[in-house]
């Protein structure tokens, strides 16, 4: 099992930035990858950005690209979503998630989410 608790939402301006916080606790040694996923009102949940445990190898959605940053700690077992640039479509509850087995489809645990509000 593992434990997913994200944190660093809020309500900002457009051009503003936040940054997310992810923590990871349990079987976290068994973590392949970590991916930042959003839910927009009346929208399905999105992926935005997803890191490699061990490479660091990064994606990103495109409409993300250039303006957030995932990383991770490896010591603190914490993954981050440095969000710059927001805009109001960027509205939107995010969600980590861990997958702890590449060899199946989809992501084994998920955090409760954290709202994102960005105003013009």
């Known amino acids: 099992q593992v434990q997913l608790v994200e944190s660093g939402g809020g309500a900002v301006q457009a051009g503003d930035s936040l940054r997310l916080s992810c923590a990871a606790s349990g079987r976290t040694f068994s973590t392949f990858s970590m991916g930042w996923f959003r839910q927009r009102p009346g929208k399905e949940r999105d992926p935005v950005a997803a890191i490699i445990w061990l490479t660091a190898y990064t994606y990103y959605a495109d409409s993300v690209k250039g303006r957030f940053t995932i990383s991770r700690d490896n010591a603190n077992n914490t993954v981050y979503l440095q969000m710059n640039s927001l805009k109001p479509e960027d509205t939107a509850v995010y969600y980590c998630?861990?997958?702890?087995?590449?060899?199946?489809?989809?992501?084994?645990?998920w955090g409760q989410g954290t709202q994102v509000t960005v105003s013009s």
């Open positions: 998630a861990a997958d702890l087995d590449p060899g199946s489809p989809g992501y084994d645990y």
